[in-house]
């Protein structure tokens, strides 16, 4: 695998990019801001990766002109992944809000047994209690 290494030259250049967080001599970081406007742009709009690259100033030679369209991709897949962990933990508090109706509907059903056992024990001993007086 070609990596690139940077020279002083294109990390200054990179650097004073507004949409670069960070720069060193074999990586570049870009601002968050710049993701998801690119991804925004590049799934909603339908601009190319290399456009969205060119547009926000990036010299596609230093770069590498693949490099876009690989960001774009991996960029995708981590929204991707964010989106599918946010719907799974929403269905999972739906899940335990149902396991909790569920098992307070089940307290209740078996509190109010419990009571009518209750009842029905009183009124037998009332009866007993009675029978014995006579």
């Known amino acids: 695998m070609d990596r690139r290494t940077f020279t002083s030259e294109q990390i200054k250049k ?6 670069v967080a960070r720069c ?10 710049f993701k ?3 991804v925004r742009q590049y799934n909603e709009e339908g601009l190319t990766a290399v456009g969205i690259f060119e547009s926000a100033g990036f010299d596609l030679n230093v770069i590498g002109i693949r490099k876009p369209n690989k960001l ?3 960029w995708n897949k981590a929204l991707r992944v964010k ?5 799974t933990r929403q269905d999972t508090k739906r899940i335990e809000v149902t396991a909790k109706r569920i098992r307070s509907g089940r307290e209740i059903r078996t509190l109010k047994a419990k009571v ?4 029905a024990e009183n009124s037998f001993l009332a009866k007993l209690r009675a029978g014995k007086r006579k």
Do not use: P
Request: glycine content about 6%.
């Open 72 to 74: 774009m991709h991996q």
């Open 36 to 38: 998801v406007r690119a």
């Open 116 to 119: 009518a056992y209750l009842e």
């Open 83 to 87: 989106m599918d962990d946010e719907s």
């Open 14 to 19: 990179l650097s004073g990019n507004k949409n």
């Open 24 to 33: 060193g001599s074999t990586s570049v970081r870009y601002n968050k801001n």
